[in-house]
């Protein structure tokens, strides 16, 4: 569980990014933080790695606070995966993949079998893995950068708005595969987005921050189309019209999920009770 | 003379036995000459390639960096080796201080823009795996700054080596030599000869560099 307490970021202009937030994120589930462009989720995650340190407050993962440990071994226990996937050019795509447990000093050959694997399992043709990024579609890339982020098999995992960058059906079979991969790995993972309907498709929880760095609310996709919690929330999620489209397409991808709800989803209650 | 006994001549004096031999031959004084061409241009990347990595990667003193380098850029080669020639004496110094001017520029600023310029997402990423300073700088920016830095070694390479003919003017030898004496005997043939020569050392240095660049440019780069 990743626990934020009191945390607040505070740039020295004045500004504040983050205010006093105190938020948990519970293992082996997916917790979306979603907001306007100025909310601070990006910063909140970039806190998690030590990309950014708050000004006040702790975060702690399992109990142990970030900021007592070296912050590139912290990184290399926690994977990471952002927008435009960023990876190395120079490198093929197993290398790409394998980045991480190279920097753990594992054996070279153990590091691409590692990474092969990983390939097939984010549905990329493992043929593709001598070729450079530059040859690959932005989905494929994206994939790989999934795949790099899950290379050293950490528990944590980071990603800032990993799909906003490709076009809306290849979104859509990334965001389907991510929830099959996480019902395999549950992972512990923030997940930031700007997409609503991105954030309650994807998240156990979701979590709703206003411009400032204020959390609005966080609860379940469910009782956030049911109870928005204020004004904003509401707002946010596209007033009534927006609601009712939320909640029809809610309902809709139960419809298409044989067995209802996924399959994970016992488990959220099983952790709440 | 028209142009085609110019070159006849010309070519002569390259052919001739005699000039291919010897502490005046041509072998002798293309060595001299890549010697100090080297020498120049190993002295400016062991400067420029250090400092230009640092400043693109700490972004810090950039301007600073890219002030200096315009300057050094419009200091006359051969009026600061004069320069040096009062200050010290004729030999090596005041050939190779003007060729390391010449040479520096390039390499840093070419350095500086490459590492600076590497994609931020590249960068964060780098860092969000947990890639130390250093490991970002080596394993990432250097690697995707190469066919920049490589660009800015090129240039440097060719203006060295075409540059490196002021080293007669310091009683040093090299290729620059056919080309003073020349112009001092009136002996065109050896002006034109000693010419060719530097420019087929130019066109030369500038082949090795496409070499190069296919043995330290990731093909993942080259497009």
Redesign the interface.
Known sequence: MIQFDGVTKRYADGTVAVDDLTLQIPTGQITVLVGPSGCGKTTTLRMI?R?IEPTSGTITIDGEDVRAQD???????IG?V???????????IVDNIA??PY?LGWDKKKARTTALELMERVGLDTKMAKR???QLSGGQQQRV?VA?ALAADPPVM?MDEPFSAVDPIVRKSLQEEFIRLQSELRKTIAFVTHDIDEAIKLGHTVAVFKVGGVLAQHSTPDELLAEPADDFVREFLGGEKGLKRLRFNRDLDRQDEPGAERQDKPDVEAAER | MNLADQIRAAWTWLTASAHWSGGEGIPHRLLEHLGYSALALVIAALIALPLGALVGHTGRGGFAVVTVANFARAIPTLGLLLLVVTVTSIGLTPVIIPLIALATPPILVNTYEGVRGVDPDIKDAARGMGMTGTGILLKAEVPVAMPLILLGLRTAAIQVVATATIAAYAGIGGLGRYIVDGLARKDYPSVVGGSVLVVLLAVIVQLAFVGIRRAVVSRGLRN
């Open positions: 790695n990309l912050p590139a071994r912290l990184r290399r226990g990471y952002i927008q435009h996937a960023g990876l190395f050019p120079h490198r093929t980045t991480v920097l450079y990024p530059y950068g790099r980071l």
